[in-house]
């Protein structure tokens, strides 16, 4: 549960409905609509839900329940420099795990949480087709090949 | 009709295409057990996500076990239903489900009432493999004024998101997260009091474990029984008596109204009254609005608003003042027969017996959870002082006079108390759908047509139809009559409304399906519809067997009328006996 509060603006409320509306305001679109407005706002917290569910007339409870159940939605903003860790078949095998962990401790947050100061959010992905590499890890769009745990401190200070 | 043909543990059975091996099974009198499955047919309410698997089955060419809830039978199929491989898997499922499961069936609430314990019974659970290292889901626990959710004991059958999004159309429950940390919970995983929960108690009727169950108040009124220095007066609702029976291995239909006010003196109630007397009192406050808001309609007055609906039902009214609140004007602004009792026992009542209001505590037994929300509601109350004091469920008083000792099958009859005892039959049939309009139909009738009305029984009102309609013939003016039971079916009729096409002139409406006697507050009907229409044929039949069967012909209710109120909608009534209602949309907390 997020526990980030927003105020949605007047034109974030009209681009909900914009999205809903440009899928017929049908029920059955209801992921469609959910990508689109992550799309938009990078996140999908409790208030961009609720315009949802109001536009298309679906229970906030079913919209949260999608929205917990794909890994891809998240109710928390990204950081400003978005890790990821790669735990497809060959990094997993070559350490990844390892290093996720390393993250993990330096960062004091967990996969899919963004830390206090918004500057770093976690996440895990599956193959990044850089298999050679592995273990793979990528901040924003740069890719880290053959990452040890002991180069976990190196790589976020380039971004502190 | 194209039907097909099958063998199941070696029997021959010819059914209707489509039907699945569990119906086919059970009509042939083979039992499946089944968990997460339940299907009250003929009500339209089925939950089937084919989700526990304790109902598989093997099926002759197959290579998996097939879901008998799920699977339809095809001709020429050989269905094993009791095979030792069948028999295993059924174990290992529950064994599975039971390895997240806690283990205090001693202390849970459900015990004895709980269907997967009698599951464990039945396939002879006696050790959970893996159990010391096998991971337990826990979750906060949920407290609301009407229902606690423990969700560590919740087994994702998904019933009560079913009842609560498909039957109730309330959508405060859905299934969230996913794999281990799968559970129903409401949006943000809030607590019940900050969603659109109507406190209907569907859900908690259909929780086959003690994942859902009631806020449990015998205690308290226990702690006020035992206190000298307090008159303690109970009313009981007119479903209470037709299920009340079922918890002491009756038949369904069963009344035992003289059992339980027996029951409730040993108990040690001061006074044993009846909600019926304040349904009565309902018809003539409603009735009157009704003929009132009629008249001026016919002579054109725009500012009326018809159709009336019926405001009995707290979840009802949680449910429009949740989700139609633009049309808050249009219920009746009689308060329910629950508020109604309280604030004639703590006015009239206590004002002849020289009680102060504050050394009064007004119980009522109610077939319904969201009665225990509507006492708590502040405009039911004066000076911090409510008018029903607690309300407790048809469930907990079978529990209480368990627990007092109590062989309620060898009880004599006794009657009520008055002067708030006596009703009339309408007052009865207020625990069935079709009942509150058939009551006030009889007397409306004889209000407004100056006539008697010779044919009381109105079969066209009565029946488990989820919406029905009448037109009943008032001397020339045909009177349209709706009637709607289950929110689902109620928000069909107020999306007409809304929409301007509604043809009727006043409607009911329960919440429940089937009224009050399927009410969440009642004796589980586990999956049995059979059971809610014996409960409903009990209560016409006490009805008939009334000497007076009209509100208005009960005597009590004119020497209240003539000694206290005045006349019906008066200044006194409108005060001590209507209410007005809210916009609760807002109530629904977005963000923690």
Not at chain 2, 263 to 277: K, M, P, S
Not at chain 2, 337 to 347: L, N, S
Not at chain 2, 551 to 578: D, Q, T, V, W
């Amino acid at each position: 549960m997020s526990s980030i509060k927003i105020e949605l603006r007047k034109q974030d409320i009209e681009k909900i409905r914009e999205i809903a509306a440009s899928f017929g305001n049908d029920e059955q679109e209801l992921i469609n609509v959910l990508h689109k407005c992550q799309e938009h706002f990078g996140y999908l917290p409790a208030e961009v839900q609720e315009v949802i569910s109001e536009a298309l007339q679906v229970p906030l409870a079913k919209i949260y329940g999608v929205v917990t159940f794909y890994s891809f939605f998240t109710m928390t903003p990204k950081g400003q420099n978005p890790v990821s860790i790669c735990m497809g078949t060959a990094c997993y095998v070559r350490g990844a795990e390892k290093v996720l962990e390393e993250f993990k401790k330096e960062l004091e947050i967990e996969v899919g949480q963004t830390t206090d100061d918004g500057r770093f959010s976690l996440s895990s992905l599956r193959c990044v087709g850089a298999c050679g590499l592995a273990p793979v890890v990528m901040v924003g769009d740069k890719t880290y090949g053959r990452v040890a745990p002991d180069d976990v401190k190196d790589i976020l200070k380039e971004y502190s | 009709m194209d039907t097909v043909k099958l063998t199941i543990d070696n029997k021959q059975v010819e059914v209707k295409a489509g039907t699945t091996i569990y119906q086919a099974a059970k009509d042939a009198g083979i039992d499946i057990p089944v968990l997460c499955y339940m299907n009250l047919h003929d009500m339209g309410i089925e939950n089937k996500p084919a989700g526990c698997r304790i109902c598989v089955v093997e099926v002759e060419g197959r290579k998996n076990l097939a879901p008998s809830c799920s699977t339809p039978c095809q001709d020429g199929m050989e269905v094993k239903t009791n095979t030792v491989r069948v028999l295993n898997a059924r174990k290992t499922v529950l064994e599975f489900i039971l390895s997240d499961h806690p283990k205090d069936c001693l202390i849970c609430p459900k015990s004895g009432d709980c269907e997967l314990q009698d599951l464990a019974i039945k396939l002879g659970i006696r050790n959970i493999p893996g159990e010391d290292i096998a991971e337990v889901s826990t979750y906060r626990l949920d407290t609301s004024p009407s229902i606690i959710r423990d969700l560590d004991k919740c087994i994702m059958c998904r019933r009560c998101e079913t009842m609560c999004n498909d039957i109730q159309t309330v959508g405060a429950l859905s299934a969230i997260n996913r794999g281990f940390r799968a559970v129903v919970a409401p949006a943000f995983e809030q607590n019940l009091e900050h969603s659109s929960c109507t406190y209907c108690g569907q859900c908690v009727a259909v929780c086959p474990t003690g994942a859902l169950t009631e806020a449990d108040h015998t205690n308290e009124v226990l702690r006020h029984l035992a206190n000298p220095a307090k008159t303690v007066v109970v009313q009981t609702a007119p479903a209470v008596r037709a299920a009340l029976g079922e918890e002491f291995s009756m038949r369904p239909g069963t009344l035992v109204t003289g059992k339980m006010v027996a029951a409730l003196r040993q108990l040690g109630f001061d006074y044993v009254f009846d909600t019926d007397f304040a349904a009565d009192l309902t018809i003539m406050e409603e009735g009157t609005e009704l003929l009132r808001r009629l008249s001026a309609h016919i002579d054109g007055d725009k500012n009326v608003k018809l159709p009336i609906l019926t405001s009995c039902c707290p979840g009802w009214v949680n449910f429009f003042e949740t989700y139609f609140p633009d049309l808050k004007d249009i219920p009746s602004s009689a308060r329910s027969p629950q508020q109604m009792f309280g604030t004639i026992a703590k006015t009239y009542f206590a004002g002849k017996k020289n009680i102060k209001r504050e050394d009064m505590v007004v119980v009522s037994v109610m077939p319904c959870l969201a009665k225990k929300y509507e006492c708590q509601r502040e405009e039911f109350s004066s000076n911090g002082n409510p008018d029903v004091d607690l309300s407790i469920s048809t469930r907990e008083l079978a529990a209480f006079i368990r627990q007092a000792n109590i062989d309620f099958r060898s009880l004599g009859e006794e009657s009520f108390d008055n002067p708030l005892g006596e009703s009339s039959g309408a007052g009865v049939i207020f625990g069935t759908t079709g009942g509150v309009i058939e009551a006030a139909v009889r007397t409306a009738y004889e209000m407004y047509t100056g006539k008697t009305l010779e044919r009381v029984d109105f079969e066209e009102l009565r029946g488990m139809e989820g919406v029905r309609e009448a037109s009943i013939d008032f001397d020339g003016l045909e009177l349209n009559i709706g009637i709607a039971h289950g929110l689902g079916n109620a928000r069909k009729l107020l999306d007409d409304i809304r929409s301007g096409k509604s043809k009727y002139h006043a409607i009911e409406i329960m919440a429940c399906p089937g009224g009050c006697i399927g009410g969440g507050g009642q004796p589980r009907h586990h999956g049995k519809s059979e059971i809610l229409k014996a409960r409903a044929s009990a209560l016409y039949l006490e009805d008939r067997n009334k000497a007076i069967r009209k509100s208005h012909e009960n005597p009590f209710i004119r020497e209240l009328y003539s000694s206290f109120l005045g006349r019906p909608n008066s200044g006194k009534a409108h005060n001590l006996l209507h209410t007005g209602y809210f916009d609760k949309k807002k109530k629904i907390i977005v963000k923690q």
